[in-house]
Protein backbone atom coordinates (compact mmCIF):
# COMPACT_ATOMS: atom_id res chain seq x y z
CA UNK A 1 0.00 0.00 0.00
CA UNK A 2 1.50 3.13 -0.88
CA UNK A 3 0.59 7.06 -0.17
CA UNK A 4 1.20 9.93 -1.96
CA UNK A 5 3.66 12.31 -0.35
CA UNK A 6 3.87 15.54 -1.95
CA UNK A 7 7.27 17.61 -1.95
CA UNK A 8 6.15 19.81 1.07
CA UNK A 9 5.21 16.88 3.18
CA UNK A 10 2.15 15.41 4.53
CA UNK A 11 -0.91 17.02 3.31
CA UNK A 12 -2.81 16.81 6.96
CA UNK A 13 -1.75 14.86 9.77
CA UNK A 14 -5.41 13.53 10.37
CA UNK A 15 -5.27 11.65 6.99
CA UNK A 16 -2.23 9.59 7.11
CA UNK A 17 -3.09 8.90 10.48
CA UNK A 18 -6.38 7.34 9.46
CA UNK A 19 -4.02 5.54 6.42
CA UNK A 20 -1.76 4.09 9.05
CA UNK A 21 -4.03 2.52 10.95
CA UNK A 22 -5.88 1.35 7.99
CA UNK A 23 -2.84 -0.26 6.61
CA UNK A 24 -1.85 -1.62 10.22
CA UNK A 25 -5.13 -2.96 9.82
CA UNK A 26 -4.50 -5.04 6.64
CA UNK A 27 -1.07 -5.79 7.36
CA UNK A 28 0.15 -4.25 4.25
CA UNK A 29 2.18 -1.24 5.26
CA UNK A 30 5.58 -1.15 3.66
CA UNK A 31 8.27 -0.52 6.25
CA UNK A 32 9.93 2.54 4.20
CA UNK A 33 6.75 3.91 4.12
CA UNK A 34 6.34 3.59 7.02
CA UNK A 35 9.32 5.34 8.28
CA UNK A 36 8.76 8.24 5.34
CA UNK A 37 5.30 8.86 7.33
CA UNK A 38 6.54 8.42 11.04
CA UNK A 39 9.97 10.90 9.90
CA UNK A 40 7.27 13.31 8.56
CA UNK A 41 4.86 12.89 11.78
CA UNK A 42 7.04 12.85 14.56
CA UNK A 43 10.80 13.95 13.41
CA UNK A 44 12.20 14.45 16.58
CA UNK A 45 11.90 10.45 17.66
CA UNK A 46 12.83 8.64 14.34
CA UNK A 47 16.21 9.84 13.19
CA UNK A 48 17.76 7.79 10.48
CA UNK A 49 14.93 4.48 8.88
CA UNK A 50 18.20 2.54 7.82
CA UNK A 51 19.55 2.68 11.14
CA UNK A 52 16.91 2.39 13.65
CA UNK A 53 14.81 -0.14 11.43
CA UNK A 54 16.52 -3.84 11.38
CA UNK A 55 14.84 -7.31 10.01
CA UNK A 56 15.37 -10.35 9.98
CA UNK A 57 14.34 -12.16 7.42
CA UNK A 58 15.37 -15.80 8.58
CA UNK A 59 13.09 -15.34 11.38
CA UNK A 60 10.68 -13.51 9.70
CA UNK A 61 9.89 -16.02 7.06
CA UNK A 62 8.72 -18.83 9.34
CA UNK A 63 6.30 -19.23 11.85
CA UNK A 64 7.19 -20.68 15.04
CA UNK A 65 6.32 -24.07 15.39
CA UNK A 66 4.12 -25.11 19.00
CA UNK A 67 2.31 -28.36 20.34
CA UNK A 68 -0.66 -27.85 17.64
CA UNK A 69 0.93 -27.16 14.28
CA UNK A 70 4.24 -29.27 14.64
CA UNK A 71 3.45 -32.33 12.35
CA UNK A 72 2.79 -35.47 14.05
CA UNK A 73 2.71 -38.54 11.44
CA UNK A 74 5.57 -37.69 8.37
CA UNK A 75 6.48 -34.62 9.44
CA UNK A 76 8.97 -34.09 6.46
CA UNK A 77 5.97 -32.57 4.65
CA UNK A 78 5.31 -30.10 7.14
CA UNK A 79 5.87 -26.37 5.79
CA UNK A 80 6.23 -23.78 8.22
CA UNK A 81 7.32 -20.96 5.72
CA UNK A 82 5.59 -17.93 5.65
CA UNK A 83 5.41 -17.32 1.89
CA UNK A 84 4.03 -21.03 0.92
CA UNK A 85 1.41 -21.13 3.58
CA UNK A 86 0.53 -17.46 1.87
CA UNK A 87 0.32 -19.11 -1.02
CA UNK A 88 -1.82 -21.67 -0.90
CA UNK A 89 -4.17 -19.30 1.25
CA UNK A 90 -3.79 -17.26 -1.82
CA UNK A 91 -5.24 -19.81 -4.03
CA UNK A 92 -7.97 -21.52 -2.61
CA UNK A 93 -11.36 -19.97 -1.91
CA UNK A 94 -13.38 -22.16 0.66
CA UNK A 95 -11.83 -22.96 4.26
CA UNK A 96 -13.67 -25.10 6.80
CA UNK A 97 -13.61 -23.17 10.34
CA UNK A 98 -14.02 -25.36 13.31
CA UNK A 99 -15.04 -24.49 16.70
CA UNK A 100 -17.14 -25.90 19.51
CA UNK A 101 -20.19 -24.68 20.93
CA UNK A 102 -21.63 -26.21 24.40
CA UNK A 103 -19.68 -29.26 23.81
CA UNK A 104 -21.15 -29.68 20.25
CA UNK A 105 -18.26 -29.43 17.15
CA UNK A 106 -19.13 -27.65 14.15
CA UNK A 107 -17.23 -27.66 11.19
CA UNK A 108 -18.45 -24.80 8.72
CA UNK A 109 -17.29 -24.10 4.95
CA UNK A 110 -17.01 -20.45 4.11
CA UNK A 111 -15.27 -18.30 1.37
CA UNK A 112 -11.82 -15.99 2.92
CA UNK A 113 -9.55 -13.44 1.70
CA UNK A 114 -5.88 -13.24 3.25
CA UNK A 115 -4.90 -9.72 3.73
CA UNK A 116 -0.98 -9.40 5.24
CA UNK A 117 -0.75 -11.54 8.15
CA UNK A 118 -4.90 -12.05 8.68
CA UNK A 119 -7.39 -13.81 7.31
CA UNK A 120 -10.68 -12.55 6.60
CA UNK A 121 -14.35 -14.04 7.11
CA UNK A 122 -17.64 -12.99 6.49
CA UNK A 123 -21.45 -13.54 6.52
CA UNK A 124 -24.43 -12.03 7.88
CA UNK A 125 -24.77 -10.73 11.36
CA UNK A 126 -27.67 -13.72 12.20
CA UNK A 127 -24.61 -16.51 11.77
CA UNK A 128 -24.06 -18.47 14.35
CA UNK A 129 -20.98 -19.21 13.45
CA UNK A 130 -19.45 -15.96 13.67
CA UNK A 131 -21.63 -14.80 16.70
CA UNK A 132 -19.29 -17.59 18.57
CA UNK A 133 -16.29 -16.70 16.94
CA UNK A 134 -16.87 -13.06 17.57
CA UNK A 135 -17.24 -14.24 21.26
CA UNK A 136 -13.09 -15.22 21.17
CA UNK A 137 -13.25 -18.92 21.36
CA UNK A 138 -10.57 -20.78 20.43
CA UNK A 139 -10.82 -21.84 16.50
CA UNK A 140 -9.20 -24.32 13.71
CA UNK A 141 -9.22 -23.37 10.30
CA UNK A 142 -8.40 -25.47 7.24
CA UNK A 143 -7.34 -24.97 3.82
CA UNK A 144 -7.23 -28.05 1.47
CA UNK A 145 -5.74 -28.19 -2.17
CA UNK A 146 -6.03 -31.00 -4.85
CA UNK A 147 -3.07 -31.03 -6.89
CA UNK A 148 -3.49 -34.77 -8.21
CA UNK A 149 -4.27 -38.48 -7.65
CA UNK A 150 -1.41 -40.33 -7.12
CA UNK A 151 -2.39 -44.01 -8.47
CA UNK A 152 0.10 -47.04 -6.77
CA UNK A 153 0.57 -50.49 -7.92
CA UNK A 154 -1.35 -51.28 -4.49
CA UNK A 155 -4.31 -50.44 -3.04
CA UNK A 156 -2.97 -49.44 -0.12
CA UNK A 157 -0.35 -46.88 -1.97
CA UNK A 158 -2.30 -44.82 -3.36
CA UNK A 159 -3.13 -41.30 -2.11
CA UNK A 160 -3.17 -37.45 -3.41
CA UNK A 161 -0.74 -34.45 -3.81
CA UNK A 162 -2.45 -31.55 -1.77
CA UNK A 163 -1.30 -28.70 -0.21
CA UNK A 164 -3.24 -28.13 3.12
CA UNK A 165 -2.50 -25.26 5.84
CA UNK A 166 -4.17 -25.33 9.33
CA UNK A 167 -4.75 -22.19 11.34
CA UNK A 168 -5.51 -21.78 14.85
CA UNK A 169 -6.15 -19.23 16.95
CA UNK A 170 -8.96 -16.67 18.03
CA UNK A 171 -11.08 -14.54 15.38
CA UNK A 172 -11.79 -10.45 16.08
CA UNK A 173 -14.32 -8.77 15.23
CA UNK A 174 -13.31 -5.73 12.39
CA UNK A 175 -16.11 -3.01 13.65
CA UNK A 176 -14.71 0.17 12.34
CA UNK A 177 -16.52 0.84 9.32
CA UNK A 178 -13.21 2.25 7.28
CA UNK A 179 -11.67 -1.43 8.13
CA UNK A 180 -14.96 -3.31 7.53
CA UNK A 181 -15.44 -2.32 4.02
CA UNK A 182 -11.68 -2.53 3.13
CA UNK A 183 -12.05 -6.29 4.20
CA UNK A 184 -14.76 -6.81 1.88
CA UNK A 185 -13.25 -5.26 -1.07
CA UNK A 186 -10.48 -7.70 -0.22
CA UNK A 187 -12.96 -10.60 -0.48
CA UNK A 188 -14.36 -9.64 -3.41
CA UNK A 189 -10.66 -9.03 -4.76
CA UNK A 190 -9.73 -12.40 -3.74
CA UNK A 191 -12.56 -14.38 -5.60
CA UNK A 192 -12.70 -11.86 -8.60
CA UNK A 193 -9.59 -9.28 -9.09
CA UNK A 194 -11.54 -6.25 -10.73
CA UNK A 195 -14.58 -6.75 -9.80
CA UNK A 196 -14.93 -4.18 -6.85
CA UNK A 197 -13.98 -1.21 -9.18
CA UNK A 198 -17.31 -1.90 -11.15
CA UNK A 199 -19.81 -3.09 -8.59
CA UNK A 200 -22.01 -0.85 -6.17
CA UNK A 201 -20.19 -0.63 -3.03
CA UNK A 202 -22.35 -2.11 0.38
CA UNK A 203 -24.64 0.47 1.33
CA UNK A 204 -24.66 1.12 5.05
CA UNK A 205 -27.78 -1.68 5.76
CA UNK A 206 -25.43 -3.63 4.09
CA UNK A 207 -22.63 -3.58 6.09
CA UNK A 208 -24.54 -3.17 9.32
CA UNK A 209 -25.93 -6.64 8.49
CA UNK A 210 -22.77 -7.94 7.51
CA UNK A 211 -20.29 -9.89 9.88
CA UNK A 212 -16.09 -9.46 9.23
CA UNK A 213 -13.92 -11.39 11.25
CA UNK A 214 -10.04 -11.47 11.52
CA UNK A 215 -7.91 -14.63 12.39
CA UNK A 216 -4.34 -13.70 13.10
CA UNK A 217 -1.53 -16.01 10.93
CA UNK A 218 0.16 -16.36 14.13
CA UNK A 219 0.04 -20.05 14.57
CA UNK A 220 -0.60 -22.57 11.34
CA UNK A 221 1.52 -25.18 9.68
CA UNK A 222 0.66 -26.81 6.09
CA UNK A 223 1.10 -30.61 4.94
CA UNK A 224 1.98 -30.76 1.10
CA UNK A 225 2.64 -33.91 -1.10
CA UNK A 226 4.21 -34.40 -4.24
CA UNK A 227 5.46 -36.43 -6.97
CA UNK A 228 4.83 -40.07 -7.78
CA UNK A 229 3.46 -43.26 -5.78
CA UNK A 230 5.50 -44.65 -3.07
CA UNK A 231 4.97 -48.36 -3.61
CA UNK A 232 6.45 -51.63 -2.07
CA UNK A 233 9.55 -52.11 -3.44
CA UNK A 234 8.36 -55.98 -4.24
CA UNK A 235 5.05 -53.92 -5.96
CA UNK A 236 7.32 -52.19 -8.55
CA UNK A 237 7.64 -55.19 -10.69
CA UNK A 238 3.57 -55.66 -10.88
CA UNK A 239 2.27 -54.96 -14.68
CA UNK A 240 0.15 -52.32 -13.22
CA UNK A 241 -0.26 -48.67 -14.45
CA UNK A 242 1.23 -45.90 -11.69
CA UNK A 243 1.66 -42.56 -11.92
CA UNK A 244 -0.13 -38.99 -10.99
CA UNK A 245 -3.86 -38.12 -12.37
CA UNK A 246 -2.85 -34.30 -12.27
CA UNK A 247 -6.13 -31.87 -11.75
CA UNK A 248 -6.77 -28.60 -11.72
CA UNK A 249 -9.49 -25.96 -11.16
CA UNK A 250 -10.53 -24.39 -14.34
CA UNK A 251 -13.20 -21.78 -15.45
CA UNK A 252 -16.02 -22.19 -18.09
CA UNK A 253 -17.74 -19.87 -20.36
CA UNK A 254 -19.57 -17.40 -18.31
CA UNK A 255 -23.19 -17.47 -18.36
CA UNK A 256 -24.90 -14.42 -18.70
CA UNK A 257 -27.58 -13.19 -16.15
CA UNK A 258 -30.86 -13.51 -18.18
CA UNK A 259 -32.04 -9.96 -17.52
CA UNK A 260 -28.51 -8.70 -18.23
CA UNK A 261 -28.79 -6.15 -21.51
CA UNK A 262 -27.40 -7.23 -24.40
CA UNK A 263 -25.13 -3.96 -25.06
CA UNK A 264 -22.82 -5.04 -21.72
CA UNK A 265 -19.98 -7.31 -22.43
CA UNK A 266 -18.19 -9.72 -20.41
CA UNK A 267 -14.92 -8.61 -19.01
CA UNK A 268 -12.35 -9.41 -19.29
CA UNK A 269 -11.61 -10.70 -15.95
CA UNK A 270 -14.66 -13.27 -16.20
CA UNK A 271 -13.90 -14.19 -19.92
CA UNK A 272 -10.25 -14.64 -19.16
CA UNK A 273 -10.72 -16.03 -15.10
CA UNK A 274 -7.51 -18.18 -14.20
CA UNK A 275 -6.78 -19.52 -10.82
CA UNK A 276 -3.94 -19.78 -8.15
CA UNK A 277 -0.84 -21.66 -9.64
CA UNK A 278 -2.11 -21.78 -13.14
CA UNK A 279 -2.67 -17.68 -13.48
CA UNK A 280 1.00 -17.30 -11.86
CA UNK A 281 2.69 -19.48 -14.22
CA UNK A 282 1.52 -17.34 -17.24
CA UNK A 283 2.51 -14.23 -15.91
Known sequence: MIFPISSGGLATTGYYLTALRAANFLGQLNLR????????????????????????????????????????????RGV?????????????????????????????PTGYARVGDKLLIHGSQASRMLRTLGQGIEVCVTVTLIDGLVLARSAFHHSMNYRSVVIFGRAMVVDDR????????????????????????????????????????????AKVRTGPP?????????????????????????????????????????????????RNQRE
Not at 45 to 52: A, F, G, I, V
Not at 193 to 207: A, D, I, K, T, Y
Request: glycine content about 6%.
Open 80 to 108: YDREQICEILDEGFTCHVGFALDGQPFVI
Open 230 to 278: LDDEEDYELSVWAGVIPLRLTAGVPLADPRLTSEIRVPEYACGYERGAI
Open 178 to 221: DEKLMALRALSEHIIPGRWEEVREPNERELQSTTVLSLPLTEAS
Open 33 to 76: TLAVLCTSLFPATLLNYSQKIQIRRGSMNKLPQTTRTILKRLPQ
